[in-house]
């Protein structure tokens, strides 16, 4: 069954370092891929995407993400973490042969200012 | 342009009652997800539809729980004689499609909270 993979449960940072969290997925054909954002009592916000093209995707708040595909990866980064970073992180894969997204269980980031 | 709303934000429901959770999706989505948060989990899928049909209920569990997505109105999620498991927050999304292409992002709801007594 296809599966994401999200490396880190829970990463604390300070302000101003950097950030990356790991995300894998299991299938090998055409993909789409997410990452949405959470923060705190709010819902899912969609941070930036990939569909084609360029693998460095540019998102909202700084964050940017790179397509592997033969690493079948799609990490998100940031170069320097901001207090209001505070959130938790969902990476997620739409599949061509499927109809819905299939989500990673998700990455707390706790930013200490 | 409103973007995908729910409602209740959150309910209170006693073992045995029903619970119907509602949505709204985005002007021009005719598609419309469901999806169930577990605490400690991510996301999971349970229902698509678009107007008027289920596409795909494969993650919805077989007893109790049904959705529709009405020609006119919001799509409903019905959980009949909930039990504490059904605690959770449930999600909706909306696309304008549903192919792998540039427009068809899922743009998610609030989210109702249900918690069962």
């Known amino acids: 069954a296809q599966s994401v993979s999200q490396h880190n449960h829970h990463v604390i940072l300070s302000e101003a370092a950097s950030l990356e969290l790991g995300c894998n997925y299991s299938?090998?054909?055409?993909?789409?891929l997410f990452w949405y954002v959470q923060y705190p009592g709010q819902h899912l916000q969609l941070l930036l995407k990939?569909?084609?093209?360029?693998?460095l995707v540019k998102g909202i708040k700084g964050f940017e993400a790179e397509f592997i595909k033969s690493k079948f990866s799609f990490n998100l980064r940031k170069p320097s973490v901001q207090w209001s970073d505070t959130a938790e992180y969902f990476c997620a894969v739409f599949h061509q042969a499927g109809t819905a997204l299939i989500f990673g269980k998700g990455t707390t980031l706790s930013v200490s200012s | 342009n409103a973007g995908v709303m729910q409602n209740p934000r959150h309910l209170v429901r006693r073992r045995g009652q029903e619970a119907r959770l509602r949505c709204s999706p985005m002007?021009?989505?005719?598609?419309v997800y469901w999806y169930r948060q577990l605490p400690e989990e991510g996301l999971k899928f349970m229902v698509y539809l678009q107007k008027e049909n289920i596409i795909d209920e494969s993650g919805m569990p077989k007893e109790r729980f049904s959705a529709e997505f009405p020609k006119e109105g919001p799509s409903i999620l019905r959980i009949q004689q909930v039990v504490r498991g059904d605690s959770a927050a449930y999600f909706c999304a909306s696309s304008y499609g549903t192919s792998v292409s540039s427009t068809d992002t899922q743009y998610f709801g609030p989210g109702t909270r249900l918690t069962v007594l």
């Open positions: 299938y090998g054909g055409t993909v789409n």
């Open positions: 990939y569909f084609s093209g360029d693998p």
């Open positions: 002007k021009g989505h005719s598609h």
